[in-house]
C-alpha cells in the first residue's frame, strides 16, 4: 500500500503487517507518521486510524501500533512548573 491521506507514506499500515513488531518500534514509526501527516486534526486522524484498523474488523485489538495509537488520543501531560529562574517572580 502506498498510502493515502490519512497515511501518506504507509506506514501505519505497514506497521500493522509486521509480525512481532514492538511497542518501541510502534512508537517510532507513529512519530515519523506524525511528523509527515498532513496539517490538521491530529485526534482525529489518529481516531481514524484506530476505526480503519480496530473497529473495521482487522482484529489488531491486541496490536502494540493499536496502544500507542490510544496513547496519542490522551494528548501531552500537563505541564508542570518548571525549577531555577524560570519558576522565580519577575519585577
Known amino acids: 500500500m ?3 491521506a490519512l497515511d ?6 505497514e506497521a500493522y503487517r509486521i509480525d512481532g ?3 518501541a518500534e510502534c512508537r517510532s514509526i507513529f512519530l515519523d ?7 490538521g486534526d491530529m ?3 489518529i481516531a481514524a486510524l ?3 484498523y480496530v473497529v ?4 489488531a485489538e491486541d496490536h502494540p501500533m493499536t496502544r500507542v495509537l490510544r496513547a496519542g488520543l490522551d ?3 500537563t505541564p508542570r512548573r518548571r525549577g531555577g529562574h524560570r519558576a522565580r517572580p519577575r519585577g
Do not use: N, Q, T
Not at 501518506?8 to 499500515?13: N, R
Not at 507518521?33 to 498532513?38: D, N, P, T, Y
Not at 473495521?56 to 482484529?59: A, L, M, P
Open 2 to 4: 502506498k498510502g493515502d
Open 8 to 13: 501518506p507514506k504507509g506506514l501505519i499500515y
Open 21 to 23: 513488531i514492538s511497542e
Open 33 to 39: 507518521w506524525a511528523l509527515s501527516a498532513a496539517d
Open 43 to 45: 485526534r482525529a486522524m
Open 50 to 52: 484506530l476505526d480503519r
Open 56 to 59: 473495521d474488523g482487522h482484529g
Open 75 to 77: 494528548g501531552p501531560v
